[in-house]
């Protein structure tokens, strides 16, 4: 697992041993930055399930100005320090919140914090054949705080794998799609969200409160 592009190029982060981290494989990071292109220049960003705050130090190495990594696990949260240091990049350039996801969201949305890019390559669900799907992705896209921290003009980007079906709610709109193996990355938009858009509490607001 290495940095593929920008000031950091070539340097090859450190990852947990075993399978309590799936890193997203390079090769997908190749195709989700090709997409993206100069969108990444000066952009904030929040990774979700940042795990060893890959898709972030990625993010940073092409020009990003600011990144997020929320992180449940302390020992995760070890290997984005690590790696933030093997990259070269200042302290300050990723603030690490050692938090449940869905508590982070909640917060930030209180906050009136908005990003430009989040990114978000949680745990794979299982195969959901007659019923709607339980997997963390699922709970991210109906997660009512969410839409709330896309900046007007930015972007959500979701993982996950192709077994699990997920369902769009109408807070969601598709611009792409990409396909590679059995992962699945969903590049999405809030289409209502409105420039100075104030936060208010969401239909149902116990949803995602920590």
Not at 61 to 70: K, L, N
Not at 183 to 208: I, K
């Amino acid at each position: 697992m290495r940095i593929i592009s920008g000031v950091a190029a070539g340097r090859t982060l450190k990852a947990p041993k075993g399978y309590d981290v799936r890193p997203t494989p390079d090769l997908v990071k190749q195709a989700i930055f090709n997409r993206m292109g100069a969108f990444v220049v000066g952009a904030s960003v929040l990774e979700l399930f940042a795990g060893t705050g890959a898709l972030s130090l990625e993010c940073l190495s092409r020009g990003s100005a600011h990144a997020i990594c929320v992180e449940k696990s302390e020992k995760h949260a070890h290997f984005i320090r690590q790696n933030l240091e093997i990259c070269g990049f200042a302290p300050h350039s990723i603030e690490l919140r050692i938090q449940d996801v869905f508590a982070a969201i909640h917060q930030l949305a209180q906050e009136g914090r908005r990003f430009d890019l989040i990114l978000a390559d949680p745990p794979y669900g299982e195969k959901n054949v007659g019923h709607r799907s339980r997997s963390l992705a699922q709970k991210l896209l109906d997660d009512p705080w969410l839409p709330l921290i896309v900046a007007p003009s930015g972007s959500f980007i979701l993982g996950h794998t192709k077994r699990d079906t997920l369902e769009l709610p109408a807070t969601w709109q598709e611009e792409k799609e990409m396909r590679h193996g059995d992962s699945m990355m969903r590049f999405l938009r809030h289409p209502e969200m409105a420039p100075n858009r104030s936060v208010e509490s969401p239909s149902n607001p116990e949803t995602g409160s920590p």
